[in-house]
T-cell receptor, first 114, second 111 residues
Framework: NAGVTQTPKFRILKIGQSMTLQCTQD?????MYWYRQDPGMGLKLIYY???????DKGEVPNGYNVSRSTTEDFPLRLELAAPSQTSVYFC?????????????FGPGTRLTVL | KNQVEQSPQSLIILEGKNCTLQ??????????LRWYKQDTGRGPVSLTI???SENTKSNGRYTATLDADTKQSSLHITASQLSDSASYIC??????????WGAGTKLIIKP
């Protein structure tokens, strides 16, 4: 099992460019999440999904979009990149939404917007 | 406001020594508390989860404690190893679904 995989590992964008961060999990988890991690801060939830076709906003959704067409994939779209979106992005999945369900994380994508 | 505060922000200790990391929270209603380990350049990995009724739980050289009255948790690492160098993140679950993440403690083990 690969678990949660993310691509790319690193990316540099210019202001105003767009990109899609890819996330795939092979654990058949219904629940998937996107977080951003800024230096010295806790993880912030961007978007989450409770199953294919169902997504919802988290704490910091502005400037991002998601889709969930399959159980396995949960891509994150950045439109009109801004320097404030420079961060490390983590995708995670879990078998349930309860706090008792462990979230399994991908290796992260380090994004720099210049 | 639900908050999780961790201390210290960073810690350097010699290999073989013990250390204790702290997590204070103001989260209501409390469901559970989880400690994650995050190696540099990797995603967090769960070490242990504490529920309201649990005071102590061990996972190898890691021992977590929870005092629900004072809303404090600690993670004690015994006989530290170089591989323990990582960030340790405390996460508290409110309402059994909302997660409040601490900023983490960066631990460096020196040989």
């Amino acid at each position: 099992n690969a678990g949660v995989t993310q691509t790319p590992k690193f990316r540099i964008l210019k202001i105003g460019q767009s990109m899609t961060l890819q996330c795939t999990q092979d654990m058949n988890h219904n629940y998937m999440y996107w977080y951003r991690q800024d230096p010295g801060m806790g993880l912030k939830l961007i978007y989450y999904s409770v199953g294919a076709g169902i997504t919802d906003k988290g704490e910091v959704p502005n400037g991002y979009n998601v889709s969930r067409s399959t159980t396995e994939d949960f891509p994150l779209r950045l439109e009109l990149a801004a320097p404030s979106q420079t961060s490390v992005y983590f995708c995670a999945s879990s078998s349930g939404t309860s706090g008792y369900n462990e979230q399994f994380f991908g290796p992260g994508t380090r994004l720099t917007v210049l | 406001k639900n908050q999780v505060e961790q201390s210290p922000q960073s810690l350097i200790i010699l290999e073989g020594k013990n250390c204790t990391l702290q997590c204070n929270y103001t989260v209501s209603p409390f469901s559970n508390l989880r400690w994650y380990k995050q190696d540099t350049g990797r995603g967090p990995v769960s070490l242990t989860i504490m529920t309201f009724s649990e005071n102590t739980k061990s996972n190898g050289r890691y021992t977590a404690t929870l005092d629900a009255d004072t809303k404090q948790s600690s993670l004690h690492i015994t006989a530290s190893q170089l591989s323990d160098s990582a960030s340790y993140i405390c996460v508290v679950s409110a309402n059994n679904y909302q997660l409040i993440w601490g900023a983490g403690t960066k631990l460096i083990i020196k040989p």
